[in-house]
């Protein structure tokens, strides 16, 4: 069954702290991306990977990093450098940067 | 002026009626036009995609696209209350770099009222 999965649904972090947010996808895409999503907001691009150990900043890359080892998974980590990170995480994927693109379920992230 | 831009609603219809969506976009290098919708709390789903002018049909679904006028729009025909979501409209545009860039509207949200 082809999908992109990510983890945890839901992830609760105190101030001052890293946490990492999972992407994993089995659709043999080359494209991942990854979203954050404000309550009543569009989508706003975080980083994107084209293919395996590269990857391009977004629009809103600050206080984030990311790493593509491998085709299926593109991890994106919250640093405490981001100060704002309470949101709704989506990544995606696609076949290539032009083609349409497919979501996980989300993570969403709460600071305490 | 936004690369993308959609009316935020919310666009309240009867049940039954046609649901147009509208999304008008900036850059005349947009090469591809893309339609999902967005449940409250969900994350987005494809429902369908156009690269050529005019109109595309799948189920209830039409896209329309006019490149000449820089609007692409999503026609649900026959709505039903669980059409009640968010749509976003996305745009690939083409760069002469050789790169692509994907950008989303901030979505219309659409009611069907039973």
């Known amino acids: 069954d082809g999908g992109i999965t990510q983890s945890p649904k839901y992830l609760f972090r105190k101030e001052g702290q890293n946490v990492t947010l999972s992407c994993e996808q089995n659709?043999?895409?080359?494209?991942m991306y990854w979203y954050r999503q404000d309550p009543g907001q569009g989508l706003r691009l975080i980083y994107y990977s084209q293919i395996v150990n590269d990857f391009q900043k977004g629009d809103i890359a600050e206080g984030y990093s990311v790493s593509r080892e491998k085709k299926e998974s593109f991890p994106l980590t919250v640093t405490s450098a981001q100060k704002n990170p309470t949101a709704f995480y989506l990544c995606?994927?696609?076949?290539?940067?032009?083609?349409?693109?497919?979501f996980g379920p989300g993570t969403r992230l709460t600071v305490l | 002026q936004k690369e993308v831009e959609q009316n935020s609603g919310p666009l309240s219809v009867p049940e039954g009626a046609i649901a147009s969506l509208n999304c008008t976009y900036s850059d005349r290098g947009s090469q591809s036009f893309f339609w999902y919708r967005q449940y409250s709390g969900k994350s987005p789903e494809l429902i369908m995609f156009i690269y050529s002018n005019g109109d595309k049909e799948d189920g209830r679904f039409t896209a329309q696209l006019n490149k000449a006028s820089q609007y692409v729009s999503l026609l649900i025909r026959d709505s039903q209350p669980s059409d009640s979501a968010t749509y976003l409209c996305?745009?690939?545009?083409?760069?002469?770099?050789?790169?692509?860039?994907?950008?989303f509207g901030t979505g219309t949200r659409l009611k069907v009222l039973a």
């Open positions: 995606a994927s696609s076949m290539a940067q032009y083609n349409e693109q497919f």
């Open positions: 659709l043999n895409h080359d494209a």
């Open positions: 996305a745009v690939s545009l083409y760069f002469t770099s050789g790169t692509y860039k994907y950008i």
